[in-house]
């Protein structure tokens, strides 16, 4: 099976600016939850989507959100980009059982300046 | 706040020896627990997930899990080079989605020739 993809790899935009990060999960995954990694937060929750819907939600302000399709692929955007919105974004895609693993994909390195 | 709490090391060991990495969560309710591990540069991937208080091996993981102690320790028998890593800790609070990560800052391990 091929693993979780993210488009592009990395992404250098101004501050103001908006961003689209968009992600494959795995075949047959129906949940794809994205994450910000930065040095000094670490790896932090942004939201989940199943089916199309927003299960879950983070605590991120407005200017981030998602949406999944119904092929199970996955965009986030980030609009009003601020510096503190570099980091790297990662998403996951989970099977449907309980307690099932989180394959991460590559990542997508956002640099704001 | 549910947290997540490790020590960001380095905790460096020699080859051969064995590496513990521990760490806390303060959501008593939390009953699914993971151990992620990510080189530079590159995304968590899944060494070990743990539900049950006790032990549970993986070659040379052994993943040890405390709910009363609110304890997750991951050892490392017969450490590698190829084993220096940042090692995340993540935890699935109670009452949130089965694809929600709660993740510590982590845990960097060296692992010296």
């Known amino acids: 099976k091929a693993g979780v993809t993210q488009t592009p790899r990395y992404l250098i935009k101004t501050r103001g600016q908006q961003v689209t990060l968009s992600c494959s999960p795995i075949s047959g995954h129906r949940s794809v939850s994205w994450y910000q990694q930065t040095p000094g937060q670490g790896l932090q929750f942004l939201f989940e989507y199943f089916s199309e819907t927003q299960r879950n939600k983070g605590n991120f302000p407005g200017r981030f959100s998602g949406r999944q399709f119904s092929n199970s692929r996955s965009e986030m955007n980030v609009s009003t980009l601020e510096l503190g919105d570099s980091a790297l974004y990662l998403c996951?895609?989970?099977?449907?059982?309980?307690?099932?693993?989180?394959?991460f994909g590559p990542g997508t390195r956002l640099l704001v300046l | 706040q549910k947290e997540v709490e490790q020590n960001s090391g380095p905790l460096s060991v020699p080859e051969g020896a064995i590496a513990s990495l521990n760490c806390t969560y303060s959501?008593?309710?939390?009953?699914?627990f993971f151990w992620y591990r990510q080189y530079s540069g590159k995304s968590p991937e899944l060494i070990m997930s743990i539900y049950s208080n006790g032990d549970k091996e993986d070659g040379r993981f052994t993943a040890q899990l405390n709910k009363a102690s609110q304890y997750v320790s991951l050892l490392i028998r017969d450490s590698q080079p190829s084993d220096s890593a940042t090692y995340l800790c993540a935890v699935i609070p109670p009452n949130s989605g089965y694809s929600t990560l709660t993740f510590g800052k982590g845990t960097m391990l060296l692992v010296s020739p």
């Open positions: 959501d008593r309710g939390s009953q699914s």
């Open positions: 996951a895609s989970t099977g449907t059982g309980r307690g099932e693993t989180q394959y």
